[in-house]
């Protein structure tokens, strides 16, 4: 249509064939270009891109890494750092302690810019990023490129980004450059999940495709959007030691939602799954508590004292932080060999637990060929050292499963390797895949056979884990039922990670999931509540474990309480509509009659067709009228009003106003008024028209049922509002259970 002509499509590195492959499918004449490391060298980039420059593809095909190696020019660099450092210099207007940070990265993008102007000034003539006339840019699984460096003056809130990373202002800075040379427009950026991790997110994508919106409502710096949209608050959380607890500070709460989600609507479409498009179903999740040993109580204590010592000061960063202590916290989690190699193996472990599970269905499961996965992030496969992927493939093995049913995606390393597994995987020769949500959670379909999903750790987004479930719950899978895994120690880090996907899940249902009539919305869906559940399992300190358990119940009635307030306004709204609707149905069936009974009459009064001539004249007469009819159908397509065309056994035929050459249609009007759907043939029309006609008694049928049905369904409204469920005491008393616990702990909450 002439809307785009040099089109350039960023994708992450792995997926790239595929990429290639279904564009070819869908558009085999296109002229496109195909991106990837080994021909985009340092000496082969120069070529490609002036080709690129001086050619109209119709698609170029860039992986990651290819697309951030592409220069941006002087002027463009320079353009975005004055620009960063004006909005910079804005946030230090406003008075704060963090004044004096802001000054110090001002000072660094003045030195950077001066570094530019002396580097770049003798840079070789080249062709920049701006020089190739990108008319549409196209990023896919665009949360890749969410880390964008924050500049805010708010202080000791967790879950905020201040750094960001090189790729991320790259790319913003492309994104820019696009924009600008096409009046604002041309970039698309597609993904499942928005929002990954933080509330911030959301700000980051209105900083990529609206940032002149932002400037225009003066919301272009992260401090004024949060004024604007979100809520700091403080809450009870589990400490990362677990055994403790803490009152943590995030961006938990949106505010204004209808303006937030209104700008938001503006750049965005949001389509959620359809449940009902030939997706497996799950019984929910089947979640393995191990219990703790007495090693990992040992090794609990010591990283409690670990954490007391990092929070007193008492030991430097660089030697020990709470990042380490996390991460070793998680190891052990996953299996105590992890910190301390020297432990026997145990029957109460998860790659214990977990190879037993996959056994069971593997035997179960030997006719049809299913398959399994196994999700594990940390301790892949590496060298000799101990880790999860040669453990668990070690007790598979012993348990009697051959080692050519079981693969690593990390073995895989091409695109013609991986084709070759996922095709293994489909037919069944691969009965057990091992992989990270990196590796083994994009771009990967192989649902065929999948009939078990196994969660060994825990990742830390919540879209991590749509991304690993998305794998089997997929369309395209021979089995209708499957099952999900998760396995969870006892008073370990599991409860920690669960707090954090809780967290993070409630920033992204308040603002995706949120109904826009709501000003304010800290409410949770299923997901965050069966999140709450699991680290309720795995937290070991019963007070807190009751604590967790109190929340998640108080949440599910106010949510539920909510829920059937609304339902009750629907209920009422509907039934209020009824008496029209009972109306309009009485007022259809009586002129439906009356119409079926004249059409009868008209047709018994036509003369019957005696010999060949009045065979041959009638004919010729229906021939002359669906030409007629067809002739005026071609040329009324889009007429802004409507039309009566002609009198057919008593019925206006009245061509519509403003309709589609794709689906034409016509209205028989008489005392009723009823649509025929038309199709592409002249003969085809008229039969439509006649069998509509003929079938009215029918019709009338099925309105009398329609009436029967409104009736029923007044009952069911009426019965339905006669008894509300309420949930207020139940609220009440979790509310009272919560302030008792808080008291226990020592929460206070002011």
Request: net charge neutral; glycine share 4%.
């Amino acid at each position: 249509m002439g809307l785009s002509k040099k089109n350039m499509y960023v994708v992450p590195n792995n997926i790239v064939g595929q990429w290639r492959d279904i564009f070819l499918k869908m558009y085999p004449n296109a002229n496109i270009l195909c991106i990837e490391p080994k021909n985009f060298t340092p000496s082969k980039r120069e070529r490609v891109l002036t080709d690129i420059a001086g050619n109209d593809y119709d698609g170029i095909i860039i992986t990651y890494s290819c697309f951030e190696s592409i220069p941006v020019s002087k002027k463009e660099a320079i353009a975005e750092l004055e620009k960063k450092k004006n909005e910079l210099k804005s946030i230090m207007r406003e008075k704060s302690r963090n004044t004096s940070r802001i000054r110090k990265k001002v000072e660094s993008l003045d030195k950077a810019i001066n570094e530019l102007y002396i580097a770049l000034n003798d840079m070789y003539d080249t062709v920049f990023f701006d020089d190739l006339g990108i008319t549409r840019l196209f990023v896919d699984e665009a949360h890749n490129f969410k880390n964008v460096p924050l500049d805010t003056q708010i202080d000791k809130v967790l879950g905020l980004n201040k750094t960001g990373s090189k790729k991320c202002r790259d790319m913003m800075d492309k994104v820019h450059i696009v924009q600008k040379n096409n009046d604002g427009k041309g970039v698309v950026m597609a993904t499942g999940t928005p929002i990954t991790n933080s509330v911030s997110d959301a700000f980051v994508f209105q900083q990529y495709l609206q940032s002149g919106e932002l400037g225009m409502l003066d919301l272009q710096t992260f401090d004024a959007w949060v004024g604007m949209f979100a809520e700091r608050k403080t809450d009870f959380e589990i400490d990362v030691d677990t055994g403790t607890y803490r009152l943590a500070t995030r961006l938990s709460k949106f505010h204004n939602l209808p303006e937030l989600t209104s700008l938001i609507a503006s750049f965005a479409d949001f389509h959620k799954v359809d449940i009902t498009a030939e997706i497996p179903q799950t019984d929910g999740y089947r979640d393995a508590l191990i219990c703790k040993t007495p090693e990992f109580s040992d090794y609990l204590k010591l990283i409690s004292a670990r954490a007391e010592d990092v929070r007193r000061g008492v030991v430097p960063r660089d030697e020990d932080n709470m990042l380490k202590i996390t991460t070793d916290g998680r190891k052990a989690a996953l299996d105590m060999r992890l910190v301390n190699n020297s432990l026997p193996f145990t029957y109460e472990s998860k790659v214990a637990r977990c190879a037993e599970n996959v056994f069971e269905i593997y035997h179960k499961t030997e006719a049809g060929k299913s398959a399994q996965l196994i999700f594990c992030d940390s301790s892949t496969p590496h060298n000799h050292a101990f880790n999860i992927y040669d453990e668990i493939k070690r007790l598979l093995m012993a348990m009697g499963i051959p080692e050519s049913k079981i693969a690593y995606i990390h073995d895989a390393q091409t695109d013609a390797q991986r084709n070759t597994l996922f095709t293994a995987v489909r037919n069944g020769d691969i009965r057990i895949l091992i992989g990270s949500t990196f590796k083994l959670g994009l771009g990967v379909n192989i649902q065929d056979r999948l009939i078990a999903l196994h969660h060994i750790d825990i990742p830390w987004r919540p879209a991590d884990m749509i991304q690993r479930e998305g794998r089997i719950l997929r369309q395209g899978n021979l089995n209708s039922k499957v099952y999900i895994y998760r396995y969870i120690t006892e008073g370990s880090f599991d409860a920690y990670s669960w707090q954090l996907l809780e967290t993070k899940q409630r920033f992204i249902t308040s603002l995706l999931s949120g109904t826009l009539t709501d000003r304010d919305s800290t409410d949770i869906d299923g997901t965050v509540l069966d999140y709450a559940e699991v680290k309720a399992l795995a937290v070991g300190n019963s007070l807190i474990k009751q604590r967790v358990e109190a929340t998640n119940n108080l949440s599910r009635c106010i949510l539920l309480q909510k829920k059937r307030i609304e339902q009750c306004e629907e209920m009422k709204n509907e039934l209020s509509e009824i008496p029209s609707k009972r109306r309009t149905l009485l007022r259809a069936i009586s002129n439906c009659i009356l119409d079926a009974k004249q059409y009868k009459t008209d047709v018994a009064s036509q003369p019957p067709l005696s010999d060949s001539k009045a065979k041959a004249e009638y004919a010729n007469r229906r021939k002359a009228f669906r030409e007629y009819l067809d002739e005026n159908l071609r040329s009324y397509i889009l007429m802004p009003y409507e039309k009566e065309l002609t009198v057919y056994h008593g019925f206006k035929i009245i061509l519509p106003a403003n309709m589609s050459e794709i689906h034409p249609y016509v209205w028989l009007k008489k005392n009723g008024s009823y649509r025929v759907e038309l199709g592409d043939t002249e003969i085809g029309n008229l039969v439509r028209i006649d069998n509509t006609l003929s079938t009215l008694d029918e019709l009338c049928e099925k309105l009398n049922k329609q009436l029967e049905a409104l009736d029923d369904k007044e009952k069911e409204l009426k019965n339905s509002l006669a008894n509300p469920e309420d949930y207020t005491e139940m609220i009440e008393e979790y509310k009272e259970e919560v302030r008792m616990l808080d008291e226990k702990l020592g929460v206070d909450k002011k």
